[in-house]
Structures are given as C-alpha cells and as structure tokens.
C-alpha cells in the first residue's frame, strides 16, 4: 500500500509538472505577448522593450523556463503581469471557489444520482423508473452550458436565486455563508444535473446486471428481506463500475466548470485562466494549469482509493495498471 | 418509438443545415434596421374576424425605439408567399413585414436563418471532427491490439494521460497557442483538428480492447494460415468487429463536440463574429443583457443544440454496452 501511495505521489507530482512547463512553453509560443497585448502595437518601442525585461519575457523560451522552473521549486511561481500580485497568492483563491462549486455538484449528483439508479436498476419496469429514465435523458442531453444558460434564463424570470457571481455586493457580513449558498445554488445544479442523469443511467445499468447474477437469487431464497439484498448486497457489487469512473469524472467536473464559471460569472480557476490565456499572462496560465493538474492528480487519486475499498482486488497491479495513469 | 423520434430530430437538423440557403428566408446578413430584437412573427390561419385565411403574417409595429418593443399590426394581413426567389417560403412583402420565424438579432439578422446556416457550421465541425477521432481512434488502437508489447503499454499510456485531463482546456490552451484572429477557414480546421486529438483516446481503446479478443478467436488464425498480410488482416477481419463500437461512439463525439465548439465560441476563441455557427450565435446574445428577460429567441441555438444532442442520445438509447462503460472506454465522459 506504501508503495502504491508512492507512486501515485509521484505520478501527480510528474502531471503538475508536465501540464504547467507545457502551458507555460505553449503560452509562451503563441503570437503577441502580454506587453503587446495591454500597451498596444503603437506603444514607443522602449516601453516595450524595458516591460518585457521586467517580465522576462526578453529572455529566449528556454532561458525563461528554465528560470521558471528554478524558482518553482522553491514555490515561487512567478507574477502575474494582468495582476501584479505573486501567482502563488492569487491562485488558492479561485482554485478553492471552484473547488466549492465542483465538490458540491459531485456531492448533490452522487446523493441524487446513484439512489435512483439503485431504484430504476432493480425494478426497470416500474411506472417511477421510466419516468427517472426519461429525466434522465433529457438532462444528459444538457451539457453543463446549456443548464446554466436556462437556469440563468429561468432565474432571470423568476427572481428565484441570483443569476451570476458568488457574493451580493454590499452583503451584511453575518449572512454571508447564507449569500454564498444562494449563489451556489445555480451553478451547481448546472453541472450537478447532466452529471446526476449519468451516474443514475451507469448505476442503473451497473444493477440490472448484479440483481441477474446468482448470489442475489442465493440471498433472497434464504429468505433475506429484498430491500436489504438490493441496498446492502447487490449495490456493493454494482458499485465497482461506479468507482472506476469517477477517476474520469474529475476531468468531466472541471471542463463542465469551466462553461458554468463562464456563464454565471463564478470567479473560478476556469475564468481567471480563460484571462490570463486572452492576455498572455504566461506565469498565470502556468499556474492555473497546475492548479488544474493537482486537483485531477488528487480526484484520481481518491477514487482509486474508493475504488480498492469497494473492489480489494483493484489493489493488484493488473487492475492498477487499468484504472491508474 | 422514441428512437424514431430521434432519427426524425436529427434528420431535421441535418436537412435545415443542407438546405439551408432554400429553407432559410433571409441571408445570414440580412438586417432589418427597423427590427432590431424584433419578436417572432407567428404565421396565423384565422384573422381577427374569425375567419379562415391562406397562412399569413401580421407585420410588427414598432411602439419604442429606445426599449425596442414592438406590437402586431393586426389591420393588415400579409399572406406568405410559396417557393418564391428560390426559397421555401417567405413574406410576400419582404420589406415591409419579414417573415422572422425566430424573431431578430441586436443587428435586427434573421434569427431563424442563421440558426439553419449555423446548423453548416456546427454541426458539419461537429462531424468532421467525430470522423476525424475515429480514424486516429482507429489507427492507433489497431496497432496497440495487433502488436502489443511495449508499443502497446507506451501508446495506452498515453491514451489514458490524455483521458484524464479535462478535454474543455487542452482543447482552449491548444486553441489559444494559434492567433486569436483566424479566417472561418482556418478556424474549422484548426478546432476539427483539435477535436480530433482531444477524441481519439476514448476511440482507440475500445478499437485496442476489441481487436486483441478477435484476434485470438479461430477465424483470424485461420486468416493468418491461409497467409493473409497483416495489414488485409485487420483491414478485412479484425476491423469490421469494432463497427458497432465505432458507431456508437460517432453518436457520443458529435454532440460532445458541437458543445465544444458553442463553449469555445461563446469565449471567443471559436469561429470569428460575423460567421453564424451556434456558439457564435450564443456569443452575441451573451453581449445584451436583456436577452434573457426581453430577448429569450436569442437563446434558439441552445434550444436547437438541446434537441439535436436529444435526438442523437435517442438513438443511441440502450445501444450502449455496458462493458465499453466499464472499462472507461466511452466518449460519453469526454467533458
């Protein structure tokens, strides 16, 4: 198991570094930089010339990463030129707001998702599974854009919750957790709903095939309560297909998070990188691509785990090898 | 049933967009300047008398300029006319009374129009792109399955690297690498391209995992006895195993894909302004705050995107397998 942990350690930190050296090199190769994009093409050359100094951005890619990466390792990851404030202080901010925003959705997803997939698996002929099947549907074919577009759409009518950002502005300071979960609410069920239809649809197919097999006819022969075999015994095995995806799922969060942030202006890793990409604040967008790295390292991470406790034999190399990377 | 439905949903989809310049009354630039953010105009049977009529339009009369409101103009009629100046059906009176079946943009453009035009665009990136992965998907599953070793280890590895991130990013990193100005052109290749890449894992698994278990199986020894080559191996046998999955998956891409490009559109990384495609479309209504209080036609394209996706995923219904589910080889997770 130590072994196990090492590696998967190892195997994070090799993605945060990869993905924000190969943000910061990309970034760093498209056209324009950040000084020609704030001050114009007009500016007087030794204004450009003396700000790209100050950004480094003077020096060649490989003189600039490699200076980059030296700072790195002490956790100093450059400044934001957009901001003026060290990367390292900006990014926990808006990583930690979409951090709420998906951790949330997953929860609401899982708690309302996998139930009714129990429920519509076990007995897929009822009137109630149908009727699940059929949401179910629909809201699949609702990618988190489109959710947030008609929540918006339907919170702008109806006065219901507030349509964008995270705090009112001018909001009394004791009710701020109150004001913070009445913005919450659009978002995450933007990118809760299509995400709940699925987890349902892969649990309920995941069911349907466990409540065939003979060890829940065995158990219920013995004359033990249906509902107890099909919530205890039944839903641990369908479990394990579950499991196996939300190493995925993580993936699916952010780049559904991503169009929500957008949208209902959630001030999010999605939208601070979708800036600091426009402007060519190549230290930013390094940073949030780290930033991003980490979580799916550690959302993989933590279902990997989840995944050996439902399934002891995914802890062997073979199955390691097929749900891992 | 329902799987007819959504055969009949796209088919729609897919004739509006080839059709287009028949089916559309107006030309993506079209402006009415009177119009602007008109409403839709309802084509009637029955006038305000009660009696019945050839379908016909009642004009807009327009009661503020300022807050854009307009009104029916209910003392004229103006009947459609029929397959006239090439298209399908129009207003007999275009100048005056515009049939707008979708109401008008900020720029007073039809929306109706543009949303078929837009349906070229997207969903034709949509395609190219799903065909796209496919093939790469294709290629390099086959070569894992039929070789293995440690090509095989080094090209799953990657497949399952790549799975992981989250698509939506590469996809804008990669996209925000090239000028931000592009021509139409350049713009479809690029994001098919980009699509195409983002993809091709999802594809190549499932295309690896099928062709290692077919060609264990008698029919391929018995091909490689007889001395098929390698490549009339997999090209004739092996390969044509794999159609059902591949099917499958092309009605997982498109969709998937038509988001990306709305989502990269709506950014403004996607296809430049003036263009119509869905996300370019839901760009410019994000830019009137009003639109989703005054303007709510403005949001067709994501109602169009609903029904197209919709379709799709009734077609698809239970065709699914749940063994491609398990072992995550399913364009479906692609976010």
């Given at each position: ?61 490989g003189?600039?990463y ?13 400044s ?6 060290p ?24 708690f ?10 076990s ?6 599974a ?30 219901w ?34 995400l ?19 060890f ?30 939300y ?9 559904g ?56 034999r ?12 | ?27 993506i ?35 503020s300029?300022?807050?854009q ?61 799903a ?22 280890d ?64 008698e ?37 998937a ?17 003036q263009?119509?495609?869905w ?25 169009a ?11 698809l ?19």
């Amino acid at each position: 198991m130590t072994r196990y942990l090492v590696r998967r350690i190892a195997f994070a930190l090799f993605l945060v570094v990869a993905v924000s050296s190969a943000s910061l090199v990309l970034a760093r190769l498209a056209p324009g930089d950040y000084v020609t994009e704030s001050l114009g093409a007009q500016a007087p050359r030794e204004t450009i010339e003396r700000e790209r100094a100050r950004f480094g951005l003077d020096k060649s890619i490989g003189a600039q990463y490699r200076a980059w990466l030296a700072a790195a390792v002490r956790l100093d990851f450059g400044s934001s030129m957009q901001y003026g404030r060290p990367v390292r202080d900006l990014i926990p901010e808006r990583a930690a707001n979409t951090a709420v925003l998906a951790v949330t959705a997953l929860l609401v997803a899982t708690f309302i998702g996998l139930p009714l997939g129990v429920v519509t698996g076990s007995r897929p002929d009822s009137l109630f599974a149908h009727a699940i099947r059929s949401v179910s549907l629909v809201l699949l074919s609702m990618p988190p854009l489109l959710t947030s577009l008609f929540l918006v759409f339907v919170a702008a009518r109806t006065g219901w919750f507030p349509i964008a950002g995270m705090r009112s502005p001018g909001a009394p300071p004791e009710g701020a957790l109150v004001d913070l979960l009445r913005h919450l609410v659009l978002p995450t069920m933007a990118l809760g709903a299509p995400l709940a239809a699925m987890l349902e649809r892969l649990q309920s197919q995941a069911m349907s095939e466990v409540v065939g097999e003979p060890f829940v006819m065995a158990t219920l022969a013995r004359g033990v309560p249906r509902a107890r075999v099909v919530w205890r015994d039944a839903l641990k095995a369908a479990l394990r297909p579950i499991a196996a995806v939300y190493g995925l799922i993580v993936g699916t969060l952010l780049s559904g998070s991503f169009a929500v942030e957008v949208i209902s202006a959630w001030p999010g890793l999605g939208t601070l990188m979708l800036g600091a990409l426009r402007t060519r604040d190549v230290y930013l967008v390094a940073g949030c691509a780290g930033a991003g790295a980490l979580f799916l390292a550690f959302g993989t991470l933590v279902s990997d785990i989840a995944l050996a406790f439902v399934d002891p034999r995914a802890s062997d190399t073979s199955h390691e090898q097929a749900a891992g990377a | 049933m329902s799987r007819r439905l959504g055969l009949v949903i796209v088919a729609f989809a897919v004739a509006a967009a080839i059709g287009a310049p028949a089916v559309a009354p107006h030309g993506i630039t079209d402006h009415f300047g009177l119009l602007l953010n008109a409403p839709p105009t309802l084509p009637r049977l029955v006038d305000d008398q009660g009696s019945l009529h050839a379908p016909f339009i009642y004009p807009w009369r327009r009661l503020s300029q300022l807050e854009q409101r307009y009104e029916e103009d209910r003392s004229v009629r103006i009947p459609l006319a029929w397959f006239s100046g090439g298209h399908l059906v129009r207003s007999s009176n275009e100048t005056a009374a515009p049939l707008l079946l979708l109401g008008a943009d900020s720029f007073g453009r039809d929306v109706f129009a543009r949303l078929a035009f837009g349906a070229r665009l997207s969903l034709g990136l949509a395609i190219t792109a799903a065909l796209g992965a496919m093939l790469l998907g294709a290629i390099f599953g086959t070569i894992a399955g039929y070789y293995g070793g440690t090509l095989d280890d080094l090209l799953m590895r990657t497949t399952d690297f790549v799975m992981v991130l989250p698509a939506m990013y590469v996809a804008l990193a990669l996209r925000s690498v090239l000028p931000l100005v592009l021509t139409a052109t350049q713009v479809f290749g690029l994001l098919a391209a980009i699509f195409a890449v983002v993809g091709a894992p999802f594809i190549a698994r499932g295309v690896r995992a099928i062709v290692r278990s077919e060609k264990q199986l008698e029919y391929a020894a018995a091909a490689q006895a007889l001395g098929a080559s390698d490549l009339r191996l997999l090209a004739r046998h092996l390969l044509p195993a794999a159609r059902g999955f591949l099917a499958v998956q092309m009605t997982l891409l498109v969709p998937a894909f038509i988001v990306a490009e709305a989502t990269l559109s709506y950014v403004g990384l996607g296809f430049p302004d003036q263009l119509a495609s869905w996300g370019t479309m839901l760009h410019d209504a994000s830019t009137n705050i009003r639109v989703f209080a005054d303007f709510p036609w403005l949001l067709s394209p994501a109602a169009a995107m609903f029904l197209v996706v919709l379709g799709l995923n009734l077609v698809l219904q239970d065709s699914r397998s749940p063994a491609d589910t398990r072992r995550g080889a399913n364009a479906s997770l692609l976010g």
